[in-house]
T-cell receptor, first 112, second 113 residues
Framework: DQQVKQNSPSLSVQEGRISILNCDYT??????FLWYKKYPAEGPTFLIS?????DKNEDGRFTVFLNKSAKHLSLHIVPSQPGDSAVYFC???????????FGKGTRLSVIA | DSGVTQTPKHLITATGQRVTLRCSPR?????VYWYQQSLDQGLQFLIQ???????AKGNILERFSAQQFPDLHSELNLSSLELGDSALYFC????????????FGPGTRLTVT
């Protein structure tokens, strides 16, 4: 029973274009959502988060959108850069102090 | 560099054996989390400690155990190892226990043969 799903294992985008990574969840108790980025041989690093009281959060080139009725969130990267090539994990929790549930990740390749 | 250290980086062992993975959190962080990432799987939360006490438990097998010591480092013990235990094991730490403040270590790759 996978509560957080990232249905696209991989995504290729041209440098300078928009990257859109998607994530769906099934647990309606989730109210806090995060994106992590992972390079090979390193641990995941926190990228951006959003709580359920918002529908959008921006941080520089990164924007996360939350659609609670659809139980769907997405991460937009604009413009995409070659250094953004990594595996991106979506994660959710029932609060900021409860354990995270991760998706399986999407491998983003940004082509120069 | 996140400031979280994990040793060893790689571990190869045989089925039925027991291993110990070690994690040193960032200076000042009181909470330690352990995650398992199997092939083609997302990170699965195993267990969390806060200042020496168990705070939350995930899908951790009975063959696995963990503890956090007074100096705040943590160890994850895996026993009666099976082929399916081959995975990346990540440790993360946070100061207050908030999930958005987690910093991950580089992981220990365990291979069971």
């Amino acid at each position: 029973d996978q509560q957080v799903k990232q249905n696209s294992p991989s995504l290729s985008v041209q440098e300078g274009r928009i990257s859109i990574l998607n994530c769906d969840y099934t647990n309606s108790m989730f109210d806090y959502f995060l994106w992590y980025k992972k390079y090979p041989a390193e641990g995941p690093t926190f990228l951006i988060s959003i709580s359920s009281i918002k529908d959008k959060n921006e941080d520089g080139r990164f924007t996360v959108f939350l659609n609670k009725s659809a139980k769907h969130l997405s991460l937009h990267i604009v413009p995409s850069q070659p250094g953004d090539s990594a595996v991106y994990f979506c994660a959710a929790s029932e609060g900021r102090n409860t354990p995270l549930v991760f998706g399986k990740g999407t491998r983003l390749s940004v082509i120069a | 560099d996140s400031g979280v250290t994990q040793t060893p980086k790689h571990l190869i062992t045989a089925t039925g054996q027991r291993v110990t993975l070690r994690c040193s959190p960032r200076s000042g962080d009181l909470s330690v989390y352990w995650y398992q990432q199997s092939l083609d799987q997302g990170l699965q939360f195993l267990i969390q400690y806060y200042n020496g006490e168990e705070r939350a438990k995930g899908n951790i097998l009975e063959r696995f155990s963990a503890q956090q010591f007074p100096d705040l480092h943590s160890e994850l013990n895996l026993s009666s190892l099976e082929l399916g235990d081959s995975a990346l094991y990540f440790c993360a730490s946070s100061q207050s226990g908030r999930v958005d403040e987690q910093y991950f270590g580089p992981g220990t790759r365990l291979t069971v043969t």
